[in-house]
T-cell receptor, first 115, second 114 residues
Framework: NAGVMQNPRHLVRRRGQEARLRCSPM?????VYWYRQLPEEGLKFMVY????????ESGMPKERFSAEFPKEGPSILRIQQVVRGDSAAYFC?????????????FGSGTRLTVV | GDSVTQMEGPVTLSEEAFLTINCTYT??????LFWYVQYPGEGLQLLLK?????DKGSNKGFEATYRKETTSFHLEKGSVQVSDSAVYFC?????????????FGTGTQLKVEL
């Protein structure tokens, strides 16, 4: 039973390019959460999605960032026109419906470096 | 809003020493509380949890008790090992109709030396 799968593990982008981060939740999990960890900081909530719906995007920057979780396929976090300040570790977590009080299962993260 | 405050690190201990990492919270509702651990270069792993007052979560020798009166969830271990070196995050969640996001503290780095 595979865990939450994120790819790529490491991503290097030049300023102005686009970054696409993928997250495949655990089997049976229909809720996906994205978090960002800046260097020397804790994890900050970005967005919470269910299949084909964004439930809470209160932590997403207003510009350049978007997320989706289509009916088929992984969840995608997309960052357009990356800047150096976007360099961070991005973690995805998933949970089944109705039992979130047990906590989430996290992926190993994608470490984005903008050069 | 909801928030979690952890003691700042790094915390450096000798092997077999006693560990306490303090965590306090502020919540608008009745939270469930968690400790997560992050080993170098890896994602977060759930270490232990407690869902109501006076519950004690425990795993791998670590313990934490949900103290509603002091809004605390301090992490303890009686005898740490070098392999416990990691970053520890305290977190809470409040189930709401609009979403169920975890709120994390800033993390406390633990270094255990021989």
């Amino acid at each position: 039973n595979a865990g939450v799968m994120q790819n790529p593990r490491h991503l290097v982008r030049r300023r102005g390019q686009e970054a696409r981060l993928r997250c495949s939740p655990m089997k049976g999990h229909s809720h996906v959460y994205w978090y960002r960890q800046l260097p020397e900081e804790g994890l900050k909530f970005m967005v919470y999605l269910q299949k084909e719906n964004i439930i809470d995007e209160s932590g997403m920057p207003k510009e350049r960032f978007s997320a989706e979780f289509p009916k088929e396929g992984p969840s995608i976090l997309r960052i357009q026109q990356v800047v150096r300040g976007d360099s961070a570790a991005y973690f995805c977590a998933s949970s089944p419906p109705g039992v979130v009080y047990y906590g989430y299962t996290f992926g190993s993260g994608t470490r984005l470096t903008v050069v | 809003g909801d928030s979690v405050t952890q003691m700042e690190g790094p915390v450096t201990l000798s092997e077999e020493a006693f560990l306490t990492i303090n965590c306090t919270y502020t919540a608008t509702g009745y939270p469930s509380l968690f400790w997560y651990v992050q080993y170098p270069g890896e994602g977060l792993q759930l270490l232990l949890k407690a869902t109501k007052a006076d519950d004690k979560g425990s795993n791998k020798g670590f313990e934490a008790t949900y103290r509603k009166e002091t809004t605390s969830f301090h992490l303890e271990k009686g005898s740490v090992q070098v392999s416990d070196s990691a970053v520890y995050f305290c977190a809470l969640i409040i189930l709401t109709g609009g979403g169920n996001k975890l709120t994390f503290g800033t993390g406390t780095q633990l270094k255990v030396e021989l």
